[in-house]
Each structure stands twice: as C-alpha cells, then as structure tokens.
C-alpha cells in the first residue's frame, strides 16, 4: 500500500509525541494499516487503540479488513461499535468507532481509562462530532491524561492549523500512487438527474475501459439511476452494484473487492476517501453530495443535498488515476467547477449547536471558548441552541443540565426529538413516539400537487402517522415510495433505541390526537402559536413572530396549534406548512412552567378607554383572556401615555382653562425674575405626572378626561400668594372710563387685548396696563357696530393724530353716536345721542 513506506516514520513520532497529524491522500491504505502498524508499540502500554471513523459502512469494512489480515474475525483483536451494533471482547486491541459513540464514551467515562492511543480519521471532512470529540479528548490529555496519545488523519485538510492545535504536533506525509487522469466535462444540461447521471454512465462504459465508478448524493438517486441502466440496457453491459451505508455488508463487499468483470458502482461519497474499490479506472461525478445543513423550518439538521466542493471534485477524479492512467466524466461544465467552493465549509459552522451545546453542558463547559477548537462555534448559533434547550427543559437557568438533559444526552438524536421519544416514553408511547420522530426526520410522505391544498384535519402530522401505522393508502393522499422506506426505517432504529417491542412500531401504535400533541409540544414548546383574528390564516407564534398558515396544512379551524414546521416567509412572515391543533388545558399540562399569568392594561385607541385583562400566556401567544378593572396605579401611566400620543388636545381646554393660563404665561412674562411656574403647552405635555396625574384617580376613558375640570389641577401648581398675586396682575376685567366692566382677552394673541368702543374711551389719556404697568394693554377700539376701527398701544398718540380722521370716516355712517371734537374733555359713554338726551 502506498502508506507503507511512512509506516515506520510514523510508529516513531506516535512513540516520542503525545500528538500527531498524519497527512495521506485517498486510497493510500491509512484506514486499515495505520491501527496495525501501531498496536504493538511499546509506549502504548498495550491499551486499546480507538479509531473514530465517520461512515458506518467504512467503520465495518475497516474492521473486517483489519481482522481479515490477522486471520480473525472481528471481535478479536479488531472489533467495532456504533449505534445498535457491537463487536468487541476482552481481547479487543482496535476498536473502530463511529460519531457519536466516542463522545458518549468520553461522557461516561472521561479518562478513557485502558484507551492509549485515539485516532481521527477522515479528519478533513470536519463533521462536529469529530470536532467535538477532539476537543474533549484535547482537554482529557491535558488535565488528567498527559500519556493519552492522538492522531490525526487527513487526506485533503491543511495540516498547519490542526497541527497548531494540537500544540505544534509534527506533520508526517506519505506520498500516493496516481496517474494522470483526463477530465471531459458533459456540461450542464436540462432533464432529472438520475436520467443525466445514467446517459453518462452509459457513455462511460462505451468510450472506456476498466471499472467505474460513479458518485450521486445518496440511495434514492443510486435506486433510480439504477434502475434506468437495468431497464434501458440491451447490449451486454457490466454489473451494476450500489454502494452505500444502509447495505447489508455482503453488498457492500461486493462493490468494493474486485469481482469476475467488469463493473459500475454506483456510490455516495463514501468513496471519495473513506473507502477505495478496486479496479476502478474511470469515475462519472455528478457534482452533488448530501451535507448535514440546519433546517429553520423544522428546527432539525437535516442532510441536504447541495454542490460538492472543488476540493471533493478533484477526489474523485484522483480516484480514476491509483492503478493507471484514468478517466473522469464531470456532469458539469468548466464555468460550474470555477464557480464550486474551494473547500466544503465545517458543519459546526452551518448546522444547529443544539446537540453540541448539550453536550458541553454534560461535560461541564459553560462556555465553549474554554476548549480548543479549529473553527469555534459561532456564538449566535450557541445563544439560539442554549435558548432552544431551556425551552426544552434540558438547562437550568444558569446553564447546566437538568436530569431531563442528562437523558436526553445519552440518545444520539437531536434533543428536540429525544425529548420527545422522553415523553413517549412516560406515558408508554415508546413506538408512537418513535414513528412520529420518523415522520419529523425524514422527507415529507405525502405528494402534494403545486397549489393544492390540504384536506382538513386536526393534526397534519397525526394524518401522516396514521397513513402508515394503519396502512392507508387513500388514493387522496399520494405516498412518496422513498421516503415512507426512510420512515419505516428511522422509526425502527428509534424504536430499538427506546426498547420498544419488535414488530410494533407500524401496526400496533394507535395515536390520539391529544397523546400526538403531548408529544409535538415537548419537541416543538417554542413553536406555539395562535391565530390573530377568528377565520384568519394570520398566526403569531410564542417567539413574536408571525406567520401564515400555508395551504399544506390542513390545520384549519384551531385557534391554538404547534407549528412544526415554518419557513421563514417573505415580508418577515413566516408560513406554517405542517402543524398540530392544540388546547390550551394541553399547553398548561405540557408547558405548565412556562406559561405566565398576568394582568395587561392598555389603553384602546379604537374605543379610546383603558382596557384591563388577566390573561394566561406563553410568550407572545395567550391562552386566555378575561376582561378585568384597572386600578388607579395601572390606568394612570397608561392615561398619561395617552395624553402624550393623542396629544393635550385630548383633554377639555374649555375657554375659562385657557384664559387662566394665558393670564399666568403674562405674569410670568412680566416678571421674569420672580418663579412662576411654566404654563407652555410644551412643557405642561413634558409633565403631565406632576400636576395631571395626581387628578386622574376613577378616569377610565376620553369621556372621563373631557368631564375633568382642568382648572384645579392647573391652579394647584400656584401657592395661594401667586394666585393672589395672578388677581391683581392679571385681572379677567377692566372698568373702562364709561363705567362698563370689559373683559381683557389673553387668548387671541402674545399680548392680552382690551376691545372696546372708543367712545367708551372718551377722557382717557393713556392706555390702560396690569401686571403693575409692566404690561400695556393692546386696544382694538371698536367702531359702534362692534367692528375693530384701529389697534393701537398707544392711546394719546391716537388722540392726536388718528381720531380726526377716524371721526371724518365714521361720523357720517354711524350718525346716532357721539363723535365729539374733543375726545380728551368728552364724556365717555357706550349710549346713542338720543340715549344720552333721554337720559337713559
């Protein structure tokens, strides 16, 4: 194998450094030579060598192959364990192990006690779990085991960072065997992918020779294409083998050995590194591979299917060149491989931390920065899991796990549906449980047509469950063939895993609608929602969101539901597409310490009152509402607000108000050196709780406040002496010369006015002032009619110089009046002549 020649370098620096990082490209045999090329060395000790290798199917296959050139079968001197599976014993040397396994052992037992050697493999295709796992075991090495050894190995990844974090570890390289390998793009072109993937393959085995090997994203892609070859191939034409993780190992075996001839193998991206076939000179890659992205709309990571990286491209296309000059056709042109991404980003960097945040929790780390990491957590994705998992009931307040957590931990699914299977698992529920986490992993079973809407149920999830626990094939509701395998599937792992009885998860698990609630809730606890108005579609969920109830749902008539699944919308409104109705008695049984009861008082701009209730909520959504009386405590802020936003015309400014506070602003504008207080309608509005709020006691409503004499509360601001003071230097009336008790008007304008008659005004010399003559009065003298004739601050300057020609324009209009010579010796008098004559 081309590993060989660095075998001995490598046993070496293994043997003098606690950490290395080994470097060797695909299909240079460092899988199964490395573990035995290190099991005897003496500074091991003799304890086990731990391998994590990502893929189940490479976990086995190395195992067997390992133990196979010990003349053993696994168990012995080389065994594995990953999830349902286990095959090891005392004698056990090598243990391959897969995600998830090692972190659970570490979890258990921290020390790693008998574990001398733990090595990453794939290390490159940085899955968070391996990431994980060497964090752990980095920070195991440094507090309580300083002789635990780690490897690291990689057949693409830039060893300078990871060597850095494993604190400066030497880099050992091992050269690979390869060929030159001549690449034909096919170019992008329309038509479904499995039909495009078959027609290149075909041209592959026409134009070529040796066997091939072709890469799709995943078993649903390799059964169709598959297919195609077999059903539209009439010429002699090669074996046409599947490969990948869900095969029984014999079919596995069969892809991967060489075999009597030639033939196509049909991979996911196992065989891009993890696995190398035999026989393989011509590789067909259809550009996509399956990566673990986080779901918004489930709240689950899910694997998705998405374009591989440039760095993935060129690892297949080395998989054509280990025994001799090869070929790879692209299913993709030149311009799309410029345009793929240098390297496929870590997934701690794009999926949901809630599991890794758990996890941590469990092992006593607050705060993830506290271990070393080649790319941290992002700390919003950290904030939004810590989030998620109190809701869940998985942390405490302060950040550590409740015993709820710590089970959860134990079950290698994300916590949403491991508090589910809990919960199931609580009211003897196991194989429900487990189905319905089915249903939320996997791809939706139901087809629904572009535009068509749901029938309408109670539950859309409850429709689905009981489409495949009771068998229905309802010719209204179209199953997608693939993904009800994918279910059936899942749902017996899960049920295996909550040691659910065999055979009972499809056919003997009947789900009520409130029991199918019970368990969404515990999955989905911040996913409630309400609807905004009866017969709307408009939902707001708990987290203040909202959201419309999309026509996938057939979730109708409820007021309250979960929503399980939600995108994220247009416009900032999500849609809800599958949900379950709820009640709230349910809410208050599932959710009970998350549901707050409280009072709200506001004010209703539509019937422009206080509105009081004590409702029950949780988060934004409320479960119930009943009307209730406001105190004066709680209306009186809300009044004010009110005030303030309506603004003071809100309140009864009737004229006696409005002449008080004129008559104040020109006392206080008269003697600005003394302290009255400040009546501007700005600074009034800026304190209404000083001297509004004290007279609001029992006001409820805009009636209430027009009703309000704002005179009192308004003349509190005065002490006695001002108010006094304000009388005299501001009174409402002046007696003019013709005896007549005239009111002086301090609203129309900055200055109080006095309108009079002129004649009433007859004898008077100067013009009449208040405030102690600091503030002349401004005249309007009337003409007899009552209509303004001059303005004037300046009475004697009238006299003078205006009368005259005021008397000439009048005199003959307004005949009945007196218009005397001399105005400064007449009688002044409001009275016609004849009036006068009369003696009136």
């Known amino acids: 194998m081309p590993i060989d020649p660095a075998l001995p370098r490598l046993a070496r620096t293994v043997a003098s450094s606690p950490n290395t990082v080994l470097h060797a490209p695909p299909g240079a045999g460092k899988t199964t030579r490395v573990p035995l090329a290190l099991l005897h060395l003496p500074e091991l000790g003799g304890g086990r060598i731990v391998m994590l290798e990502p893929r189940r199917l490479a976990a086995v296959y190395a195992a067997h192959r390992m133990a196979s050139s010990l003349g053993e079968e696994t168990g012995g001197t080389v065994g594995y364990t990953m999830r349902f599976e286990r095959r090891v014993s005392g004698t056990t040397r090598i243990e391959v192990v897969t995600e998830g396994i090692l972190t659970r052992r570490l979890q258990r037992d921290p020390c790693l006690e008998g574990v001398s050697l733990v090595i990453f493999d794939e290390f490159h295709e940085r899955s968070i779990h391996a990431d994980l796992a060497l964090a752990f075991c980095l920070e195991v090495q440094r507090e309580v085991r300083p002789d635990l050894r780690i490897l690291v190995m990689s057949a693409t990844l830039d060893t300078g960072p990871v060597a850095a974090l494993l604190g400066n570890a030497p880099v050992v390289s091992a050269e690979g065997r390869s060929f030159p390998v001549e690449v034909r793009y096919l170019d992008d072109s329309p038509g479904r992918f499995p039909e ?37 191939t009439s010429a002699p034409f090669p074996a046409v083998l599947p490969l990948y993780g869900d095969l029984p190992f014999a079919e596995q075996e069969r892809a991967i050995l060489p075999g009597p001839g030639r033939k196509v193998v049909l991979s996911t991206n196992i065989a891009e590194t993890s696995l190398t076939i035999e026989g393989v000179r011509v590789v067909v890659d259809g550009g996509l591979s399956r990566m673990v992205r986080h779901d918004p709309s489930s709240g689950l990571n899910r694997l998705v299917t998405v374009r591989e990286s440039r760095a993935s491209a060129e690892q297949r296309a080395g998989r054509a060149g280990r025994l001799a000059p090869g070929v790879c056709y692209r299913l993709f042109g030149r311009h799309t491989f410029g345009a793929m991404t240098p390297f496929s980003p870590p997934e701690i ?48 307040r302060d950040g550590r796990p409740t015993e709820t957590g710590r089970r959860m931990a134990e079950l290698p699914v994300h916590p949403r549906l491991a508090r589910l299977l809990l919960r199931g698992k609580e009211f003897g529920k196991e194989s429900a449980a487990a189905l319905l986490a089915a249903l939320l992993s996997e791809r939706d079973i139901f087809r629904c047509a572009p535009g068509e809407s749901a029938r309408i149920c109670e539950s859309d999830l409850l429709e689905r469950y009981e489409a495949l626990a009771h068998c229905v094939r309802d010719k209204s509701l179209l199953l997608r063939d693939g993904s009800v395998r994918a279910v059936e599937r899942t749902a017996g792992l899960l049920a295996r895993l909550m040691k659910a009885g065999a055979g009972t998860v499809l056919h003997e698990s009947p789900l009520g609608g409130d029991d199918a609630a019970r368990l969404l809730l515990a999955a989905y606890p911040d996913r409630i929602a309400c609807r905004r108005e009866e017969g709307g579609d408009r939902f707001l969920l708990a987290n203040g969101r909202g959201a419309l109830l999309s026509p996938r749902s057939g979730v109708r008539g409820s007021p309250l539901l979960v929503a399980v699944q939600v995108d994220a919308g247009t416009g900032g409104e999500g849609r809800i597409h599958l949900a379950s109705s709820v009640t709230p008695g349910l809410i208050r049984a599932e959710c009970g310490d998350r549901v707050a009861a409280g009072r709200t008082v506001s004010w209703d701009r539509r019937q422009e009152r206080i509105l009081a209730c004590e409702e029950e909520r949780i988060g934004a959504v409320v479960l119930c509402r009943r009307q209730a009386s406001a105190s004066d405590e709680e209306a009186i802020p809300i009044l004010l607000e009110a005030v303030r936003e309506s603004g003071m015309e809100i309140l009864a400014w009737e004229r006696p108000v409005r002449r008080f506070l004129g008559r104040a602003r020109t006392v ?166 004849r009036m006068l004559k009369a003696g009136m």
């Open 196 to 232: 495009r993937m078959a027609a290149a393959v075909r041209r592959a085995v026409s134009e070529t020779e040796g066997d091939v090997l072709a890469f799709l994203p995943g078993s649903a892609e390799i059964r169709a294409c598959r297919e195609i070859l077999r059903s539209r």
């Open 668 to 833: 206080k504008k008269a003697f600005p050196e003394e302290d009255w207080p400040d009546c501007e309608p700005g600074h009034l509005l800026s304190t209404l709780p000083e001297w509004l709020g004290p007279y609001l006691s029992g006001i409820r409503s805009r009636r209430d406040l027009a009703d309000l004499d704002l005179l009192v509360p308004l003349r509190a601001l005065f002490t006695p002496h001002m108010l006094r003071l304000l009388e005299e230097r501001a009174p409402t009336h002046l007696t003019v010369p013709s005896g007549r008790s005239v009111e002086i008007d301090y609203l129309s304008g900055e200055e109080p006015i006095l309108a009079v008659k002129l004649q009433e005004l007859f004898g008077l010399a100067d013009t009449p002032v208040i405030a102690a003559g600091r503030v002349p009065l401004l005249l309007h003298l009337l003409s007899p009619a009552g209509r303004p004739v001059q303005v004037t601050r300046d009475l004697r300057n009238f006299w003078e110089r205006g009368y005259r020609e005021v008397r000439r324009e009048l005199k003959g209009r307004y005949p009945k009046h007196p218009w005397p010579d001399d105005p400064w010796n007449a009688a002044p008098t409001g009275k016609t002549k």
């Open 349 to 396: 960097l794009l999926s949901d931390l809630s599991s890794l945040v758990l996890e941590l929790a469990v092992w006593g780390v607050r705060e993830p920065d506290s271990l070393a990491w080649l790319d941290p957590p992002p700390p919003a994705a950290v904030a939004a899991a810590r989030d998620l998992l109190r809701h869940l009931g998985t942390l405490d």
